[in-house]
């Protein structure tokens, strides 16, 4: 049973994620359409038995992931475990205490129950591969945001002095919001420059965001291809205490929490 809940890579294993991700992703839909004040009014009954449908499913996964786990405790309060609990528990307490709905409304119950999207990352080991991308390049890409950190509070305090409250940069941090919103080249357009020396000033930060969005798409991806070429081959081991995956078969102990992983086949 450990091996089917834990790993894919036995045929067993295989479907029991497959028929777990068909059954996240249908989970979603519910939520989504329970959204739509339209449709929960005409299908309220049809959406509140499949959810309690998908809710005992996960139930009944959770439980078992506890008792095939080596080590429980570690499983309770690890990553995974916490998103399999935020799976099921938001529909138990809108179920146990009908009183919220006085107090925060149970949609926001329901909204909790879209963390379910994460039990994905569970059963796709390139979710692994992006992870580890990410992770490797943090330090790059908080280099860079900390210098484009400095940009805009330097462009921000410069068009408060150039503009002033008069054009709408009523503080240095009103100012500095205009001045990411033009780096990011998003420009919702509430505060604009109205002098000569302003618009060359947000010409310039329109221009620098180009390469604002490009260079940590560029460290990303470079980390990306060399995750990819270290995880090649059969790399469909994982970690029984963490879940964590992507080990293959020269790999012998889990990078994340340091356990035996279990024999490779």
Excluded at 6 to 21: A, H, K, M, Y
Excluded at 88 to 116: G, K
């Amino acid at each position: 049973m450990r091996k089917i809940v834990f790993e894919s890579n036995t045929p067993l294993g295989l479907r029991f994620d497959q028929v777990l991700i068909f059954a996240i992703l249908l989970s979603l839909l519910v939520v989504v359409l329970d959204s739509i004040e339209s449709v929960s009014k005409n299908f309220h009954t049809e959406l509140s038995f499949f959810e309690w449908v998908f809710t005992g499913l996960f139930t009944v996964e959770y439980l078992v992931r506890i008792y095939c786990a080596p080590n429980r405790i570690k499983y309770i309060t690890s990553f995974f475990g916490i998103i399999d609990l935020l799976a099921v528990v938001p529909t138990y307490l809108a179920l146990i205490f009908p009183e919220l709905h006085a107090l925060i409304d149970v949609r926001i119950l329901r909204l909790i129950r879209v963390f379910r999207i994460f039990k994905l990352t569970q059963y796709m080991s390139e979710y692994q591969h992006l992870a580890d991308a990410m992770a490797a390049s943090r330090r790059k890409i908080l280099v860079f945001l900390s210098v484009v950190l400095m940009v805009v509070m330097v462009m921000g305090t410069l068009m408060y002095v150039v503009e002033g409250p008069v054009h709408g940069f009523t503080s240095i941090p009103v100012s500095i919001y205009w001045a990411i919103t033009t780096m990011t080249t998003v420009g919702f357009g509430d505060i604009t420059p109205q002098t000569d020396l302003g618009k060359l000033i947000a010409s310039l930060m329109m221009l620098m965001g180009w390469g604002t969005l490009a260079v940590p798409t560029g460290i990303v991806t470079a980390e990306m291809s060399y995750t990819k070429r270290s995880h090649r081959g059969n790399r469909d081991r994982a970690c029984l205490i963490c879940m964590r995956d992507g080990y293959g078969r020269e790999d012998h102990y889990c990078s994340s929490c340091g356990s035996p992983l279990p024999p490779a086949r």
